[in-house]
């Protein structure tokens, strides 16, 4: 369903008047493969790349080089209303991506206007009837976003996107700024859409007990590059690159008295206008031998799982 061959994401720019240009690369090289009705969960830090990626995916960001692919069409050639039909985005916040001064009868019928071959009538019957397929009344329909809850929002940004019946969706946090309980709500909504409609979900997030919970494979994603590719369960189960193992430590537990842990990945913060020689991942790797330093990794395959560490070889 997805095919992203090298795709790399440059931006030029400068901090100040006088400083010296600066390229900052946000997606450096990123390939993978997604199949029809998979869910790919790309996780990392902030800054590592995750919605600049989703961005091109959805066709808002040409790539500086490489290709992507959808549904086997190269999504370069492709106009607005033909990517439409084929990918729509879930943004995070769903109160700022959603036009207040519209009803949210117009909100999800929008594309379908946007799209110009079916009559009003027509437009509004397709909007109610995924209005209810996401659980919202037909009450809802002439509210304004300001009288909804986060939940009901996302639940209408969910019915935008699904109108045109696309066959992939670009999740990026969709559930960050929500309720814990509503959060449990909006992806078990996504699930049963997935499998109603037969989707491919790019689900992108910070929260790795949600990636665990709803992804069917997970990539890794370090400045820039998929340090580590998998399936859920191998990934969750077996975590072999060294940043890979940080995220997970990383995870806060409920538990009383257990104090926040220390992954050992220092201060350092990752620059992606400054990518170190090497790997990439070295100056904060506990594991880093001489050679991270100056010999750059190629991904290796290995029991179906995608992995870029000298330590791997």
Known sequence: MIEVREAVRHFAGRTGLFSADRVVRAVDGVSFNLESGGVLGIVGESGCGKSTLGRMILGLLPPSAGKILVDGQDLGV??????????????????????????????????????????????????????????????????????????????????????????????????????????????????????????????????????????????????????????ADALFADPRHPYTRALLASVLTAEPGIPIPDVGLGDTYPDPANIPSGCRFHPRCPMAIDRCRSETPIPRSRDGRVTECLLEA
């Open 78 to 231: 492709l106009d607005r209303r033909e990517r439409a039909r084929l990918i729509q985005p879930v943004f995070q916040d769903p109160f700022s991506s959603l036009n207040p001064r519209q009803r949210v009868r117009e909100i999800v019928g929008l594309p379908l206007a946007a799209q110009g071959a079916l009559p009003a009538a027509k437009q509004r019957e397709l909007a109610m009837d995924m209005l209810a397929r996401v659980g919202l009344p037909d009450a809802m329909a002439d509210r304004f976003p300001a009288q909804l809850s986060g939940g009901q929002r996302q639940r209408v940004a969910i019915a935008r996107a699904l109108v045109l019946r696309p066959r992939i969706v670009v999740c990026d946090e969709p559930t960050s700024a929500l309720d814990v309980s509503v959060q449990a709500q909006i992806l078990n909504l996504l699930a049963d859409l997935r499998k109603e409609l037969g989707l491919t979900y790019i689900f992108i997030s910070h929260n790795l007990a949600v990636v665990e919970h709803v992804a069917t494979e997970v990539a890794v994603m370090y400045l820039g590059r998929f340090v580590e590719h998998a399936t």
